[in-house]
Structures are given as C-alpha cells and as structure tokens.
C-alpha cells in the first residue's frame, strides 16, 4: 500500500465549530485548505448531525449551525474529508506531514501551515464500578439521542449523574428526543446570588439558561441536587446506583447514601479536557488550568502555538464552548494565511468578542468547578486504566515506590499504554498522583506518540515512508 | 426511515440505515466485550471514538462501534478475537 497525496497551504484538523470557521477564513484569503475530521459528518461533537430524517434534533440551532457552516467553508473553497482520522503529525522541511487513516486507506496530507481544532472529550474520573456495561459518559447518551434514533437502547431506568452545566444540556437532549430520565444526580447548587452575577454581566446568555432548567423539569426526572453517585453496582452490567449527600466539605456523607435500583443506564460526566494528542505530539508547550479542563495548548491571541506554522483553536485551547470555538478557529485561520501572504480579512471584532465570550466560559467554570480528586476513595481492586486492566492498588503502589509523574505511572504499570493512549485513564491518574501530594502540574501529561490513534500497520507504514520522502527529498 | 439488514454475529438483523451501530450492539446486550486480563465485559463507554471499549470486526476489519454507521449486508462480529492493531 502507497499513501495517497493532499497537498495545500493549510490544514485544518477537526470540522467542528472552530475547524470549519478556520477552515472558512484561510480559504476566503485565498489559501488553499484541507480540513480533516474523524467522523462521518462535519459539526464535530457540539453540531452533530442527526443520521434520520425524521430525528428530533434535526430542526435545532447546533445542527443548522454545523450544517451552515460546513457550506460555508466549502463555498469559501476548503475541501472537507470526512472520515479521516489523524493518527501523526510532524514537522517536514517548508510545513508539515499529516498521516491520515482516511476510511481504511492512508492519506498523508502535506501542509505549509496547520491549525488544530481537535475539541475536547469528557474527563472520565473512576469511580467503584465505573466500567460495568451500562455506564457511560453523559456525552455519550447525548450522541447517542442525537445520531440515534432518539431511544436510549438499553431496558431499565436512566441516572444521569456528574458535575458542571453540561449536565444541563444533556438533560435537554433528553426531554427534546422525548425520552424518559428517571434521575439527575448534580453535585454543585450554584447559589443564587453567585448564578445572578454572572447573568447580569452576560444577559444575552440568560434565555438559553432558563430554556435549560425549564427543559431539565420537563424532561421529569427526579432532582438530587449536592449528591454525587458513590457506586455503580451489578454483576456482569448495571443494576443500580448508589447515591449520597455531599458534605459541606464536599465529601460524600454514606451514613445517608441511598440506593437507585432497576437501573440501566447510568450517564456520568466531570466535565471536559481538552484533546492534546497531535498538539503534544508536535511538540508544542502546554499549560494546566483546573478551569480550562486541565492540560491544553498554549497560543498567544491569534492562536499561534509555541511551534512555528502550527495554530490552535477552540478546545485545544481550554474548555470554553462553541462560542469561543469558532472566534478562535476564525481568528487561527485567517491569521494562518495570513502568515503565509494571503491577505486575509481583519478579524480584530473577533478577537474583542473572544475576550468576552471566554470570559462568560470562566465565570461558568467558576459556578462548576469541575473536581480535581477522585469522586469516591477508590478500593484497591477497582480500575483505573479499563484498556489494560491497570487497578487503583497497581498505581497507589507504583507512587509509593516512586513513580511521582504520569509518565512513571505509564512505565510502571502499563497505564495508558492501551488503545486510548491515557486519555480515558489520564484524569484518574492525575487524581491519584494529587492524593499523594503530586499537584497536577508537576505530574504533566503523556505526550502521544505514534500512532495516536490505533490503526492497521500497513497504512502506519505508507504514512511514515510519504513522510519521509518529504523530510529527504532535496 | 429506510430500513436495511445487516448481519450480526451471522444472524440477520433489521434496523433503521446509519444508526450509529452502538445503538443496535446495545439493543442486544450492554456488553460484547472481554477486557484483556481480567476478562470483564465491557460495552461503549466514551461514545466518541476515543476510549476503544466498543471495539467490533466488521467486514473483516476491526472497528469501533460508536464510529460505524449501519448500511446494508454489513457483516459485524463480536464473537471472534479482535484484530486489535
């Protein structure tokens, strides 16, 4: 097998909000740009398209913004490939080599400049049965309302559970495909006074807000506000879901816990991380913010990360929502070309809204903080790592005997050697790095390595030779 | 909604055309999945490609669920070991 050959002057990485308004700004200068997405649609995870015609979704805002903005960019000349999945980037002489497993085939796409829109992906923390079959992400259920048929597949009650206003949205994903949530387990109460601060700086938000608690109550399900699940129980998948109070401490008060039997699905979310594997991969510098989501890139106001032709946006940047997503993709990409020559449009008005927008993301953050620790104190035996079997005792013993950063962790225990490369177990491992007193900044990240998304050799193998031709070629 | 026939481990089974085909694995059971050393089973669990828990073999070549849409005579095999690169 050969790699098949893209050439262009910029290369857009995910069609979401921010990589279509990237993608649409280098092209409207004149560039020529490819924009690459993993998934079978452009709109990434917040524009999502439905798959039926008759689905629920299918006349929302997110879905008609995806949508319109994927017109957009490709009138504006970007070529969007759906369906490709990056699994390496490096940096060649005059730009960058993109490998890409573009529906089983290899595809190397070479680009003078590169902009990485990756989004973000829940921050999955283990908890006493998180990997029974039945418990999922709560942005999980979302996509699956969403692209499905709007039924959750599996029989039994429905927990939707975890901590931040995502939470919200997805309780509104349910009431909006009709289907029936039995319960919704938030951690925070936000006070009132906290909540009406931030509204009154950014009213334009406030119909949207109350549109979601009208949405959460019509969706009927039963509300344990400052309660978090403190187990998932079953044997071979989920049967039930224990529940308890949180102290003042925000520690769970089991005296009172409760169970919620005849349960089969449990959606649980903490929130969002940024995705920083082909960032880290390229070697790009990254800082950590609690409120950002932890780890992501760092970039100065245009985007432009600390390797040189190599742009950010969106959530690669820190969590912040659609808003700011597509502000920075459009900022990223016009600034991209315009590195290149391209003369591309002013986008000052963008950059003051960014600031505005990002702000209203902090002050959100600051209602929700998103949990740093482990939820629930973790038994010996339960999983941290669910691609290798990796126990919370294997890694507790591994920080004993001295492995004090993620990396150790990894090479001790084989946690986030697995097919997703740590980034299910990576926020589980920086739990429990932070209760042995390592601090989330000390115990830094794994940087991706090849390939950063498992994929057949043969096409590792056409990927890596295109790569070098052009690293070699005089 | 057009429907189409796909084949799951061998039988047929009928369901709407590009329906994410986590839906349908988890109309059957929540689970298809061993883990490696423990042998637990597991399902879809990230839902977005990213956690590999989903992992299926379809038309011969390893997959994850969650990124697969259904389309007609596809072949998906949860009972046999993964080509898992």
Same mark, same amino acid.
């Given at each position: ?12 990485? !995910?069609? $979401? =909000?921010?990589? +279509? &308004?990237? @993608?649409?700004?280098? #092209?409207? /200068? %004149?560039? *020529? ?128 559970? !975890?901590? $931040? =206003?995502?939470? +919200? &949205?997805? @309780?509104?994903?349910? #009431?909006? /495909? %009709?289907? *029936? ?143 700011? /997503? ?149 | ?85």
């Amino acid at each position: 097998m050969s790699a098949a050959h893209l050439s262009c002057d910029v290369a857009v990485v !995910g069609a $979401g =909000p921010a990589g +279509l &308004a990237a @993608a649409r700004a280098a #092209a409207e /200068a %004149g560039a *020529r740009v490819v924009c690459l997405d993993a998934f079978a649609t452009p709109g990434g995870q917040y524009a999502m398209q439905p798959t039926q015609a008759e689905s629920p979704f299918a006349a929302t805002a997110p879905v008609a913004l995806g949508r319109a903005a994927a017109r957009a960019a490709g009138e504006a000349g970007a070529q969007i490939l759906c369906g490709a999945e990056v699994f390496w980037g490096a940096c060649v002489p005059g730009g960058f080599c993109l490998s890409v497993n573009h529906a089983g085939r290899a595809l190397a796409v070479e680009a003078k400049a590169l902009v990485v829109a990756a989004g973000a992906m829940e921050r999955p923390l283990p908890f006493p049965g998180w990997t029974l079959p039945g418990v999922i992400g709560a942005g999980a259920a979302q996509r699956l309302l969403k692209t499905g048929t709007g039924a959750l597949p599996l029989p039994g009650k429905t927990v939707l559970a !975890g901590s $931040g =206003p995502f939470l +919200l &949205a997805v @309780a509104q994903s349910f #009431a909006k /495909a %009709g289907q *029936r949530l039995d319960h919704f387990v938030e951690m925070q109460r936000p006070l009132p006074a906290d909540v009406a601060k931030v509204f009154a700086r950014h009213p334009g938000k406030l119909a949207e807000a109350a549109r979601l608690g009208l949405d959460l109550r019509r969706s009927g399900a039963a509300r344990h506000v400052g309660h978090m699940v403190t187990r998932a129980l079953g044997t071979d998948r989920l049967e039930a879901v224990e529940i308890a109070p949180l102290s003042a401490s925000g520690q769970p008060v089991m005296g009172r816990a409760r169970e919620i039997d005849g349960v089969g699905t449990l959606a649980i979310g903490y929130g969002f991380q940024p995705v920083i594997d082909l960032t880290t991969a390229l070697d790009a510098a990254h800082d950590f913010h609690a409120a950002l989501g932890g780890w992501h890139c760092r970039a100065d106001a245009d985007g432009r990360t600390t390797v040189a032709g190599l742009w950010a946006a969106g959530e690669t940047l820190g969590i912040g929502g659609a808003v700011p /997503a597509q502000l920075s993709g459009r900022i990223a990409g016009a600034g991209a070309a315009r590195t290149l020559g391209f003369s591309a449009p002013d986008v000052t008005g963008a950059t003051q809204a960014l600031g505005n927008a990002r702000a209203f993301a902090s002050a959100l953050a600051q209602l929700y903080p998103p949990p740093q620790g482990l939820p629930v104190a973790l038994p010996e035996d339960e999983l941290i790592c669910r691609c290798e079997d990796v126990t919370a005792g294997d890694i507790a013993t591994a920080i004993a005997e001295g492995a004090h950063e993620s990396f150790a962790v990894k090479t001790w225990t084989r946690a986030g050697m697995g097919p997703c490369q740590g980034r299910i177990c990576g926020a589980g491992i920086a739990a429990a790095l932070a209760q042995a007193g390592v601090p989330a900044d000390k115990a830094s990240y794994n940087r991706a390595h090849l390939p950063l998304r498992p994929v057949p050799l043969p096409l590792v193998r056409a990927a890596m030779q295109a790569q070098t031709e052009m690293e070699t070629r005089p | 909604m057009s429907e189409v026939e796909i084949l799951l481990d061998g039988a047929p089974v009928t369901c709407a055309e590009g329906l994410p085909l986590t839906e349908v694995l988890m109309a059957r059971a929540p689970f298809w999945r061993q883990s490696p050393r423990q042998g637990a089973p597991r399902g879809m669990f990230c839902g977005m490609g990213l956690c590999f828990e989903c992992v299926v073999v379809v038309d011969g070549a390893w997959s994850r669920a969650c990124l697969e849409r259904t389309r007609a005579g596809m072949s998906v095999r949860t009972d046999q070991p993964e080509d898992r690169p």
